[in-house]
């Protein structure tokens, strides 16, 4: 069963890192592209970053310069290192991975949640 399994998230202080991981339970070529996301209390999930499979990235703009998305395709995994942490990045982090077959038919994957909390 296609599943995704995200860790990393804790508590840092202002200026720290933080590094999520997403373990996919199988050939994360599967997923085109693959995100981060991250909702905040109180506010709507937003996108954060998100890798294709040709390495190709983007990155919201609250983000940039300060977090990078990455993938280990013989781990299945997708990373996303977080840097010179704000307290307004506090929010829970999810994975998504999309899969879109030959028919054209869209399909969203999400992990269970990690939560991430910069305290200033």
């Known amino acids: 069963q296609v599943q995704l399994v995200e860790s990393g998230g804790g508590l840092v202080q202002a200026g720290g890192s933080l590094r999520l991981s997403c373990a996919a339970s199988g050939n994360i070529f599967m997923f085109n592209p693959m995100a981060w996301y991250r909702q905040a209390p109180g506010k709507q999930r937003d996108l954060v970053a998100g890798i294709t499979n040709n390495g190709t990235k983007n990155y919201a703009d609250s983000v940039k310069g300060r977090f990078t998305i990455s993938r280990d395709n013989a781990k299945n995994t997708v990373y996303l290192q977080m840097n010179r942490l704000k307290p307004k990045d506090t929010a829970v982090y999810y994975c998504?991975?999309?899969?879109?077959?030959?028919?054209?038919?869209?399909?969203?994957?999400w992990g269970q949640g990690t939560q991430g909390t910069v305290s200033s």
């Open positions: 998504n991975g999309r899969i879109v077959n030959w028919g054209g038919n869209i399909r969203d994957y």
